[in-house]
């Protein structure tokens, strides 16, 4: 195999890490509203049983995991390479550095989406209490002015 060859079908295994990329990242993301909507029960109903435990969350990720090793599995048509005669045309260590950088593309993106929502929200209050008080405060200026109209 010359270094054409093997360029190309790097690429190819590029290309396809994109994509297992972008399933797992949308699949964390579905989880990560389903974890969000939980929180958002209990901030209302204060009952502990709606949120998941630690092991809960852990072996959650492990399952996400054994999904990811399937995906993989099924797409490549083999397990995870481990030895050069394994795969010659699987570099781990070069996948893994491009997953890295993958991942600190992502993390940047949504660390960019977490500061400009910070910044839209920096007038606005940041707990519920901060909220109420200001509403209650509403009320009564309004009910100020009534009763001095």
């Not at 974890?35 to 709606?50: A, F, H, L, R, V």
């Not at 399937?70 to 390479?81: C, D, E, L, S």
């Not at 992502?106 to 500061?115: D, T, W």
Request: aromatic share 4%; glycine share 2%; net charge negative.
């Amino acid at each position: 195999m010359n270094n054409k060859q093997i360029l190309k079908n790097k690429l190819v295994h590029l290309e396809q890490a994109l994509m297992e990329a972008d399933f797992a990242m949308r699949a964390m993301a579905q989880r990560l509203d389903e974890m969000q909507s939980k929180i958002n029960k209990y901030k209302i109903t204060n009952d502990p049983k709606i949120l998941e435990q630690n092991n809960d969350l852990i072996l959650n990720l492990i399952k996400i995991t054994a999904e990811r090793l399937k995906v993989g599995a099924k797409t490549y048509h083999q397990n995870v390479p481990i030895m050069p005669r394994d795969d010659i045309t699987r570099d781990n260590f070069y996948e893994a550095v491009e997953e890295a950088l993958d991942l600190s593309v992502y993390l940047s993106a949504y660390m960019l989406r977490l500061m400009e929502e910070k910044e839209r929200r920096e007038g606005e209050p940041t707990t519920a209490d901060e909220h109420n008080k200001e509403v209650l405060e509403e009320v009564k200026d309004e009910k100020t002015k009534e009763s001095t109209a």
